[in-house]
């Protein structure tokens, strides 16, 4: 039985300025799903030499990620570059959220002294 020899040609569609382009195209998808829900996560690496620190358990800055959970998981590459402004936004979020909830929490307190009073006001 005679085996296959592998093809081992180079394909020449994965080149470099393809994967820029493409992870630049993607920071405004990022960047809206940011505004909405999901979390930066950095993913620490080891590079592979015996005498490195990574080697006895520090791992390196490796690659950051945007992880965005609606129904599944989906994970999207950042930049280094670009972490920052994946930060801002998710920052501007949070602050977003908590002056909304902090008014709610107002509207509810004023809800409960209105019935309050109006209780008060039957008897």
């Known amino acids: 039985m005679k085996r296959k ?5 180079s394909r020449g569609n994965a080149s470099r300025e393809d994967a820029t ?3 630049t195209d993607s920071l405004p998808k990022i960047l809206t799903l940011a505004s909405g829900k999901g979390s930066l996560q950095a993913q620490r690496v ?3 030499k015996h005498n490195c620190r990574c080697a006895r358990g520090e ?14 998981m989906l994970k ?4 280094r570059e670009d972490v920052p402004a994946v930060r801002a936004v998710i920052a501007e979020r949070v602050r977003r959220r908590r002056a909304w909830r902090a008014e709610l929490n107002e509207a509810r307190a004023f809800l409960r002294r209105m019935m309050s009073t ?3 006001v039957k008897i």
């Open 5 to 9: 020899s592998k093809d081992v040609t």
């Open 21 to 23: 382009k493409k992870s």
């Open 46 to 48: 080891k590079c592979g």
């Open 59 to 72: 791992l390196h800055k490796g690659y950051y990620f945007f992880l965005w959970t609606p129904t599944g």
């Open 76 to 79: 999207f590459y950042v930049r």
């Open 118 to 120: 109006a209780v008060e």
